[in-house]
């Protein structure tokens, strides 16, 4: 069975600190998802990393594909109060979902 | 353009009674997603349909069921309700499905099981 395990469950920071979220495997993924979810609403899609060792920017918000294609990760640069959120992964044509990681940006 | 519209979007039942969530996708989309979020288990797939046909789907048991008609639109339904089921219900549309397509979540029905 495959699954995706996030760490860590739940991140509580300062407005303008740099943090790291990370979703690992031991299964390979063909690609991976990452979703940020605020209360009262849907997922919405962040971004899709495809080739392993990938790297893809989104404005402050930095994801890494790992080179076996196992693991990735999520850097976001001077965190803003907007960044509040749960942040998701997912793989397996977006039938398996990690638990989350919880970020709480503090103003 | 309209984005994925859950109906309703908050509900209760008793425990035993069966319940009927609808979910219309982005027009042309074709594919649609079920998703089930609690706190504790987090985000789990239900199944996906499309073109009117269960393409996938996750391990619940038979009491969870849906479907899908011509216009894409989608329902889910859930019988013999346990308390366990209450959860927050996501549907999901994408134009094909597959692993790199985006998917565009609902806002979710919250349904409480009492």
């Known amino acids: 069975t495959q699954l995706l395990e996030q760490s860590p469950q739940f991140l509580s920071i300062q407005e303008g600190e740099n943090l790291t979220v990370y979703c690992n495997s031991s299964?390979?993924?063909?690609?991976l998802q990452w979703y940020r979810q605020e209360p009262g609403e849907g997922p919405v899609l962040l971004v899709t990393?495809?080739?392993?060792?990938e790297v893809k920017k989104l404005k402050r918000l930095t994801f890494q594909f790992g080179d076996a294609r196992k693991d990735s990760s999520l850097h976001i640069t001077a965190a803003q109060t907007g960044d509040t959120g749960l942040y998701l992964c997912?793989?397996?044509?977006?039938?398996?979902f990690g638990a989350g990681t919880r970020l709480f940006v503090k103003a | 353009k309209a984005g994925v519209t859950q109906t309703p979007r908050y509900l209760i039942k008793t425990r035993g009674q069966q319940v009927t969530l609808s979910c219309s996708p982005i027009?042309?989309?074709?594919?649609v997603s079920w998703y089930q979020q609690t706190p504790g288990q987090g985000l789990q797939f239900l199944f996906e349909?499309?073109?009117?046909?269960?393409?996938n789907k996750g391990n619940f048991p038979g009491r969870f069921s849906g479907r899908q008609f011509s216009n894409s639109r989608s329902e889910m339904n859930v019988s013999t309700l346990e308390l366990g089921d209450s959860a927050l219900y996501l549907c999901?549309?994408?134009?094909?499905?597959?692993?790199?397509?985006?998917?565009?979540f609902g806002q979710g029905t919250r349904l409480t099981v009492v």
């Open positions: 999901a549309s994408s134009g094909m499905g597959g692993s790199n397509t985006e998917a565009f």
């Open positions: 299964s390979v993924f063909s690609s």
């Open positions: 990393v495809v080739t392993g060792g």
């Open positions: 997912a793989g397996g044509f977006k039938t398996i």
């Open positions: 027009s042309g989309h074709r594919s």
């Open positions: 349909y499309f073109s009117e046909t269960q393409r």
